[in-house]
């Protein structure tokens, strides 16, 4: 089993800033994919972000330029900084990693992200 413990989330005016943190424990073989989701009142969850083992990263349209991820593969941590933050990304970020040789899925806890206009 893994383990994931998300940080950073908190409220914040718009145009500003949060970085998300995001750490796995527990019995890791190796960390594929780390990426971060989220998901809105009334919303389906929805991909904003995820990193390759390798570093290949991808966004989701709608953060493209706001946001970046990064991982510190010897912490198997993923981070997520966001700026110039918008009411519309107010929703709770979860985060994902796929593990070991069959990518099997582990979700944070999810942490809440406030932005008020």
């Known amino acids: 089993q893994v383990q994931l413990v998300e940080s950073g989330g908190g409220l914040v005016q718009t145009g500003g800033s949060l970085r998300l943190s995001c750490a796995a424990s527990g019995s890791i073989f190796s960390i594929n994919a780390m990426g971060w989701y989220r998901q809105a009142p009334g919303k389906q969850r929805e991909l904003v972000a995820r990193?390759?083992?390798?570093?290949?990263?991808n966004y989701a349209d709608s953060v493209k330029g706001r946001f970046t991820i990064s991982r510190d593969n010897n912490k198997n941590t993923v981070y997520l900084q966001m700026n110039s933050l918008k009411p519309d990304d107010t929703a709770v970020y979860y985060c994902?990693?796929?593990?070991?040789?069959?990518?099997?899925?582990?979700w944070g806890q999810g942490t809440q992200v406030t932005v008020s206009s």
């Open positions: 990193i390759s083992s390798g570093g290949r990263t």
């Open positions: 994902n990693v796929k593990e070991g040789v069959w990518a099997v899925d582990y």
